[in-house]
């Protein structure tokens, strides 16, 4: 006990001290997920996959959305994706009130060309 | 003779971290019998499996409790490569072992904190729970979650873990076993603890046996009851020891705890050794369609994950019989006759997972 007591003494809290020093997410933590709109194909095989129904694809007007109060970030999305436009980050989206709820949704829309259209 | 009098005990109480209720039928200090009710916190998992797949369904059977996470992912995952007839490679086998004896040992190392704050040695639990934060850190370097893991897949496992880590891994593990032989050095000698565990509590083996105990409340009574003698995952290629104590109290139950955490980390160890190269899953063609049942140890004892499939994408039926659940009427028998003041203590060493028993 004596020993634990001058190790706690000696070696200051186990704790982070959080302002000052944030903690470190590793590499493959699972954040949140974040879409690369320009390359995305817009094949719909990420909201088919997901678990929780959180994606939503729209091709007709290139749009991509998710609900991040929904997303579980089980990564499935991420290693489904044919192209590879998805990425798992290893931070959290930012907390929100259910008031916001509509900000959850977040939503990525491809900026068509005026030659396409 | 004294009046009875009833003491709800729970849904909401200090030393209970889960949500269970008694009425405890005490005379003076005496409890003469106890009437539990569960289903505070039901969530209707079990449910699920008529709205969604059999491959997203791991992910609800991940979420069916936080500290044995990993174990209903592997039972359910098991089930499903059972019915389907899949071959999981033998290194996915390792890893889900390693997994499982990681999540064994930081379950144990939270019991010693919630058991040392339940007998009001607070800070006893929080040098408990300081250690568990290097399993914690462990997971997240090697599956990306720290409580809720999502690596176990139906066909083997998402993620790999590389030589260098797993060699990171062991050193960790033993830098943490060192300062868990000086946290259970405590639970082992203290007086105080001693006093408040030796002889409470008490389950003969004849009466563990006929309750229906699971896990170490089974083990601290004599009963040598250990489902990784199934030889499930890679258990069957290591070392595995069932930790047996006979004295069936409260006292018996933690020794058992201390030895299994130390045996876990052993078993962690072996298996770093042994893993074999390979590929860690395989692809999963068609749909389940028969039953199974399968059979593994949780931290506190054994879960039993029934999976019933007709040939389509959604499973038939998806059933659960969880370690707690059938520690209850043991529990309801050791309350009989015990101090007021012993129950919350009685209540610990039984390790109830409250959010396991109702799903």
């Known amino acids: 006990m004596t020993k634990t007591v001058t190790k706690n003494l000696l070696s200051g809290p186990a704790t982070l001290m959080y302002p000052k020093r944030k903690r470190t997410f590793t590499a493959i933590t699972r954040g949140r997920v974040e879409v690369d709109i320009d390359r995305c194909i817009f094949c719909g095989l990420c909201s088919r996959r997901c678990p929780t129904y959180a994606i939503k694809v729209t091709k007709d007007c290139k749009e991509w959305q998710i609900d991040r109060l929904k997303c579980c970030s089980c990564n499935l999305c991420v290693e489904i994706c044919p192209v590879k436009c998805l990425s798992m980050e290893n931070q959290y989206s930012p907390a929100l009130t259910l008031a916001e709820k509509a900000a959850a949704i977040y939503t990525a829309r491809k900026v068509v060309e005026a030659s396409s259209k | ?359």
């Open chain 2, 1 to 359: 003779m004294a009046r009875k009098n009833i003491i709800p005990f729970g849904p909401q109480h200090p030393v209970l971290p889960e949500p269970i209720h008694f009425d405890l039928v005490t005379e003076d200090e005496k409890v003469v019998d106890a009437l539990p009710s569960i289903s505070y916190v039901h969530r209707g998992l079990e449910r699920l499996v008529e709205k969604r797949d059999f491959v997203d369904m791991v992910h609800v059977a991940d979420r069916i409790c936080g500290l044995c996470s990993f174990m209903h992912c592997l039972g359910y995952c098991q089930a499903v490569e059972a019915i389907m007839k899949i071959e999981v490679p033998e290194r996915a086998l390792y890893l889900r072992s390693i997994w499982a004896e990681l999540s064994r040992v930081h379950s144990h190392i939270f019991w010693f904190g919630a058991a040392a704050d339940a007998f009001g040695f607070e800070s006893l639990f929080m040098q408990s729970l300081r250690l568990r934060e290097t399993v914690l850190d462990i997971f997240e370097e090697t599956t990306g979650g720290r409580v809720i893991l999502g690596v176990c897949k139906v066909g083997g496992v998402r993620r790999d873990i590389s030589t260098e880590t797993l060699k990171g891994i062991v050193s960790r593990l033993n830098s943490l076993k060192v300062q868990l032989d000086e946290l259970s050095a405590v639970f082992i000698n203290d007086y105080s603890i001693k006093h408040r565990l030796v002889g409470v509590g008490y389950i003969s083996k004849e009466d563990a046996y006929t309750l229906g105990c699971v896990g170490p409340m089974a083990r601290a009574s004599g009963l040598a009851l250990d489902m990784r003698a199934l030889g499930y995952a890679a258990y069957k290629y290591l070392d595995v020891e069932p930790m047996v104590e006979s004295a069936g109290d409260c006292y018996a139950r933690c020794l058992v705890r201390i030895r299994e955490t130390f045996h876990s980390i052993d078993l962690v160890r072996q298996a770093t050794g042994k893993i074999p190269e390979g590929p860690v899953d395989v692809k999963v063609k068609g749909t389940p369609n028969g039953e199974y049942f399968s059979r593994v140890e949780q931290p506190r004892g054994e879960v039993i994950h029934y999976v019933k499939g007709n040939g389509s994408k959604i499973l038939q039926r998806f059933r659960v019989r969880v370690p707690t659940f059938s520690n209850i009427p043991a529990m309801i028998k050791v309350l009989k006759g015990s101090e007021v003041a012993d129950v919350p203590n009685i209540i610990l060493t039984l390790d109830p997972c409250i959010s396991c028993t109702e799903r």
